[in-house]
Nanobody, 117 residues
Framework: QVQLVESGGGLVQPGGSLRLSCAASGSIFSTRPMGWYRQAPGNQREWVATLTQGGGITVYADSVKGRFTISRDNAKNTMYLQMNNLKPEDTAVYYC??????????WGPGTQVTVSS
């Protein structure tokens, strides 16, 4: 099974930026719609953004629309989430996975994003 590993998180001040990466052990981004998800302490995991396998369509949760951008590099088997104008409520562990529930892979370790002054 393809393995997913997220990276790029960290501590950033409100208004700052981070770019998260999702590295896949195999070629999957061109064959599956992929998504970013996040889970804040005490909350359920929530969907953040989706990128279709063709790469032509992106969809975002209202809470991040206009601030986050999902993209990928098929040659590197890597997907990205550029996060700008970060807010404290963006604090969470961020995960990537297939965007279709019954096609999901095992969840990776996630990457912690903390937005705080």
């Amino acid at each position: 099974q393809v393995q997913l590993v997220e990276s790029g998180g960290g501590l950033v001040q409100p208004g700052g930026s981070l770019r998260l990466s999702c590295a896949a052990s195999g070629s999957i981004f061109s064959t599956r719609p992929m998504g970013w998800y996040r889970q804040a302490p005490g909350n359920q995991r929530e969907w953040v953004a989706t990128l279709t396998q063709g790469g032509g369509i992106t969809v975002y949760a209202d809470s991040v629309k206009g601030r986050f951008t999902i993209s990928r590099d098929n040659a590197k088997n890597t997907m990205y989430l550029q996060m700008n104008n970060l807010k404290p409520e963006d604090t969470a562990v961020y995960y990537c996975n297939v965007a279709i529930a019954n096609m999901r892979l095992s969840w990776g370790p996630g990457t912690q994003v903390t937005v705080s002054s």
